[in-house]
């Protein structure tokens, strides 16, 4: 490919991601990873316990830093970002569903919705509106005023959704968002994921341990060892 053609196609994807390793304590837990991912396609990350899932999301979304390679994320190139940047790139560009979900304890379901719209400045009366219309969307009208504590998971993980979803972002992260879950539950998770994303022409990438829940995307990405395998798409 030549050099303008390939700039070009990198200027064209949402996420690219260029040789990015991470140790921890020395020990390489991302190796050498490159990932070209356009806007609106659902990627599934899928690979064994330990294998630097997470930790790969984690980056991507600017949560972890990384130690060499290099992100170029919603227009903003991560290593190169500063805190705010990276904390406006979080609240904005990109929502985050993380696999233990991370709400907060002392607010309501409305209230964990309504959290990064004001963060956002987003006016009081609004963000309770949206959180409210949020909370329905994600059939949590009835519970929208029960404390996480009090919540099922299924219901944590919709909160979370709704939560993640509540700024608008191009970008969906969603770690497990299915693990923990029984089947039934699981697959209304999925169904919601997909039709929020499609609707918003939303960018996904979802760590998965089930090859069902694959249904909902265009590509399967394999993680081995902090190394994505060859050939791991499927389409
Ligand atoms: N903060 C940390 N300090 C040290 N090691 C860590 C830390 N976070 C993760 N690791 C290690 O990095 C490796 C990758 O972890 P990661 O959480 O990304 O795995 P995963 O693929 O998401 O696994 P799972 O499917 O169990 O969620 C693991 O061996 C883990 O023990
Ligand atoms: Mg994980």
């Known amino acids: 490919m ?13 996420i690219e991601c260029e040789n990015l390793s991470k140790s921890y304590q020395s020990r390489a837990v991302l190796n050498g990873i490159s990932l070209s991912i356009p806007a609106g396609k659902r990627i599934a990350l899928m690979g064994p316990s330990g294998s630097g ?16 390679g290099s992100i170029l994320i919603g227009g903003v190139r991560l290593e190169d970002a500063d805190a705010d ?3 406006r790139l979080r609240r904005k560009t990109v929502g985050t569903v993380f696999q233990f979900f991370h709400l907060l304890p002392t607010l309501s379901v409305w209230e964990n919705i309504a959290f990064p719209l004001l963060l956002n400045g987003v006016s009081s009366d609004t963000a309770r509106q949206k959180a409210f219309e949020l909370a329905e969307r994600v059939q949590l009208g009835a519970r929208a005023h029960a404390f996480p504590d009090q919540l099922s998971g299924g219901e944590m993980q919709r ?5 993640a979803l ?17 089947s039934v539950t699981g697959e209304t998770i999925l169904d919601l994921l997909d039709t929020l994303t499609r609707e918003a022409n939303i960018t996904l990438v979802m760590v998965t341990h089930s090859e069902a829940a694959t249904r909902i995307c265009d590509e399967v990405l394999h993680l081995l060892d902090g190394r994505l395998l060859e050939n791991s798409s499927r389409s």
């Open 2 to 14: 030549k050099t303008d053609d390939k700039r070009l196609k990198i200027m064209s994807m949402l």
């Open 53 to 68: 899932k997470s930790t790969l999301l984690n980056c991507l979304g600017g949560v972890d830093r990384f130690d060499t």
């Open 85 to 87: 940047t990276l904390s």
């Open 159 to 163: 909160c979370a959704i709704a939560r």
């Open 166 to 182: 509540a700024s608008s972002p191009q970008i969906l992260l969603a770690d497990e968002p299915t693990g923990n879950l029984d």
